[in-house]
Structure formats: structure tokens, C-alpha cells
């Protein structure tokens, strides 16, 4: 229902601050309209999750567990987490998750709080080598006072070597091992692991945030299926859904569930953002629906536009190892004057990527890489032949030197074509409109 502008009770204009707020979001839409997201961390939510996200929901509190709250006014809150936590399992095929956690990293923290104490030993990947900065001294594993051991790497095959990774397990006998990255190319290889795991009898977990979506799709490792004993992830990379986090488990070691939930509440939250909660359960129900055909195409994506990259030239890593099995790839740029330069350059023509660390990079503040995400671009309904516009786009600014102001009109008459939402219901919505309250005025 439309009001009239003079039927307002009170019209109090923003003030300029709050106007030029306004004002930048709005440039910072048209201009992601206009541009090509290529950052492997993010996506976009569909219609209906957005449509939840911004409801009521978002002012509310909760507390604790559905049924079990510290605050009234949660009837209808209940159900709805307990139709995601449900949705899930159903997703995933596992016993148990927790969708309370507000990001990636809180629920690594709930995972440090449940099974580890200051002082234990951990292995994990390197930072350098495309570990989460959460798996890091520097970030939540210094937080928890843990001793931090990171496996031996493969910087060819761009993953973790599983000789070098099963004699460090041996010799640290951590009481967590944990896998999982944030460039991530290829699975990791747990079934080589598998024996020694069981044997040091170590707890398993798996990082899942950058490949929950493609899991969900069932086109990468499922980590239930190797022997995982829990996974955390975020739940806006390639899962396209609001800015969260989970936990799942298939309760394979005893009090494990008990342990985990005591971890997220009262452990590392508080209220757990249920505009989110709602979302994700609307990202799940439709990853039920579309998942697969989105992860395929996803990694088709990432496949071609490696191909088409390298065919202009680039030095796209992995190439015999066909470049990657997940939704990400990435290009060793040292040679075009590394990746922040080229990162910049790209920006200049709305090519949106990010500069990232190769395993062979000794300078942390001079990364030679980039890093390229097809998973976003998949959502917007682009196919392997986009791909090879995309790389034509980018070999211009990296090979030819042409400027980024000179590439920036064929990228953006290409997106024109891009603006969609794809693999979620309500198909075909425009994926960059918001609400606005100029409507009536
Ligand atoms: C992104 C990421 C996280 C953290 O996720 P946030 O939701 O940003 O807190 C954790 N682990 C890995 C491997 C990631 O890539």
C-alpha cells in the first residue's frame, strides 16, 4: 500500500551525512551492476533469502536454542531455526548442525572453544599456502593459546603432499587436525590420511567455507563420506547465501554435540542474527532444488575461464593438473608486475578480483598472485563461452597493456546482460535492486 508524500505524519528529510550514506551505497550498487565479480569469497543472496533478510527478523533477539530461548517473542523464530537446522542436515546428510554461528570465522572459534584447550597441538595449512588466517597464530588459534603446526605443501600440485602431512601427524600428534583453505583448487587428500588419522586418534575437522556450496551440490569431497568428524564453514561463497556461518557434524565422537552447541552459545555468540538464520534456510531449500546444476556449471566456469586465461597467455597455475576441480583459480602474475598492480588494474575496468599469496612468496605484503572465483558469476546465469569474454577482458589490462579506462566499455555493455539472479526461486529476478524509501516521496 502506497502512501502520499502529505499523508506522512512527520517527513524529516536525512541530513546531508545520513543523505551521502545513501548516496554511496546507491554508487556502490550501480557500480556492481556495471562490474564482474570475480572474488572467490563472495555471491549473492536470491530474491526470497533477501526478502527475509529484510524483515523484522532483523531487529529480534534470541538466545539459546529453539524452545529453550532467554527472551520472549521468539514463536515463530523457533520454527524457523529448526526448519534451517533441518534443511542442513538434509543438505549435507549428517546428524547434526548448529546455524547459530554469525560468520566463518565465529564458528571456527566455537569449534577451538568445544574441542581444545590453551596449549593443545593443531595442524593446519599455512596462510601462504591458502590457509585461513582463522587457522593462523596471528588470528583465532593464537586467540585459544594453541600450538600451531602446518602440513608440508605441494606448490606444484597446488595441495597439501599427504607423505610429508602423515609423518608431521605422527611426529605432532595433535589433538585437532585441520584441513581446508582459502584457495582452494583441489580436495584434500583424506583418504591417504585416513589411516593415520584413525590411528592417532586426533579429532577431524574440515574448513568447508569456500566449498560448502559445491558440497551441497555434490561436486566436491563430501567430508562425512571420508570420515570427518566436524565441519564449520560460511555460508556466502559458494553456498550463495546471507553473511553467516555453520556448524555440522555426524556425531562420530561422544558428547561431540553437547560440546559443539556449548561452543557456539554461550561459547562464542550471543543473539545469532536471525534475519541470517532465515535466509540461509531459504539458500538451503533452494540449493535442494539447484545445487547441482549450480556447482556444475560453477566448476565448468572456473575450468573454461582457466582455459580461455591460459590460451591468452597467463600464467594460470595447475595447468596439467587441469587447472582446478573447485570454483577458484588462480594466476601467478609476478611477471605484470605482481598481483596488487594487477588487482588495481582490473578494478579500473570493473573486473573485480583480489591479490593473493603464492606458496613460494617470501614478501607477505607483495603477493605475486591473484586469485578468481567463478561461483558469483555463475549465479548471474554466465556459461563457458562469458568465460572467454571475461579472459578477453582481463588479457588486455595483463597481456596487451591496453588501460583499464579503454576496456571498461566492453565490460560494461557486457554485464548488461548480467544483472539476474539464477538457480534460486523467483528465476530471473533482478539480482542488484534493494527497497528504497523515495518510493512515495
Ligand atoms: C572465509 C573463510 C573463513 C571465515 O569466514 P568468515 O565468514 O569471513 O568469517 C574461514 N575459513 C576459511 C577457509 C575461509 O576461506
Avoid at 561436486?219 to 547465501?241: A, I, M, Y
Avoid at 533452494?286 to 580461455?308: H, M, P, V
Avoid at 596439467?320 to 594487477?342: I, N
Amino acid at each position: 500500500m502506497l502512501i502520499a508524500p502529505e499523508e506522512y505524519p512527520r517527513r524529516v528529510k536525512p541530513t546531508e551525512k545520513a543523505q551521502r550514506i545513501r548516496d554511496l551505497t546507491r554508487r556502490h550498487n550501480e557500480w556492481f551492476k556495471e562490474s564482474i565479480p570475480l572474488i572467490a569469497s563472495e555471491n549473492f543472496v536470491s530474491p526470497v533469502a533477501k526478502e527475509v533478510m529484510n524483515s523484522d527478523l532483523h531487529n529480534r533477539y534470541a538466545e539459546g536454542r529453539p524452545g529453550k530461548r532467554y527472551y520472549q517473542g521468539n514463536i515463530y523464530v523457533d520454527d524457523i531455526e529448526s526448519a534451517c537446522e533441518n534443511l542442513a542436515r538434509e543438505v549435507f546428510k549428517c546428524r547434526f548442525a548448529d546455524v547459530r554461528p554469525v560468520s566463518g570465522t565465529v564458528a571456527n572459534m566455537a569449534v577451538l572453544m568445544a574441542l581444545t584447550k590453551p596449549g593443545d597441538k593443531i595442524t593446519a595449512v599455512s596462510l601462504s599456502d591458502g590457509g585461513h588466517l582463522s587457522h593462523a597464530k596471528m588470528g583465532a588459534l593464537g586467540l585459544r593459546g594453541l600450538r600451531a603446526h602446518n602440513y608440508p605443501f605441494d606448490q606444484k600440485g597446488m595441495n597439501i603432499d599427504p607423505e610429508g602431512a602423515i609423518r608431521l601427524l605422527r611426529e605432532v600428534k595433535p589433538k585437532v587436525a585441520l584441513f581446508g583453505q582459502s584457495v582452494y583448487l583441489f580436495p584434500t587428500p583424506l583418504e591417504e590420511l585416513r589411516s593415520t588419522l584413525d590411528d592417532l586418534g586426533c579429532t577431524v575437522w574440515y574448513d568447508a567455507a569456500h566449498v560448502l556450496g559445491l558440497i551441497a551440490g555434490n561436486r566436491f569431497q563430501n567430508p562425512f563420506v571420508e570420515g570427518v568428524d566436524v565441519v564449520s564453514g560460511s555460508t556466502h561463497k559458494t553456498l550463495p547465501g546471507p553473511q553467516h556461518g555453520i556448524l555440522l557434524s555426524d556425531l562420530t565422537k561422544e558428547d561431540l554435540e553437547l560440546s559443539l552447541r556449548k561452543g557456539v552459545f554461550p561459547g562464542v555468540t550471543s543473539n545469532h542474527h536471525l534475519h541470517s538464520v532465515a535466509a540461509l534456510a531459504i539458500t538451503l531449500a533452494e540449493a535442494k532444488e539447484f545445487g547441482e546444476a549450480y556447482a556444475d556449471q560453477t566448476i565448468r566456469n572456473a575450468k573454461a575461464l582457466a582455459q580461455a586465461l591460459f590460451e591468452r597467455g597467463l600464467d594460470v597455475l595447475c595447468e596439467p593438473k587441469g587447472f582446478t576441480e573447485s570454483h577458484t583459480l588462480v594466476v601467478d602474475v609476478e611477471e605484470h608486475r605482481g598481483g596488487a598492480a594487477v588487482a588495481k588494474a582490473l578494478e579500473g575496468a570493473n573486473i573485480i578480483v583480489n591479490k593473493n599469496l603464492l606458496p613460494w612468496d617470501t614478501d607477505p605484503v607483495h603477493p605475486s598472485g591473484i586469485r578468481i572465483g567463478s561461483q558469483e558469476v555463475t549465479r548471474l546465469g554466465m556459461k563457458e563461452k562469458d568465460m572467454a569474454s571475461i579472459a578477453g577482458s582481463i588479457a588486455r589490462i595483463v597481456m596487451d597493456g591496453d588501460a583499464p579506462a579503454a576496456v571498461l566499455p566492453e565490460v560494461k555493455e557486457f554485464k548488461k546482460e548480467f544483472t539476474k539472479s539464477h538457480y534460486c526461486f523467483f528465476e530471473g529476478a533482478e539480482a542488484y535492486d534493494y527497497p528504497s524509501c523515495d518510493v512515495n516521496m
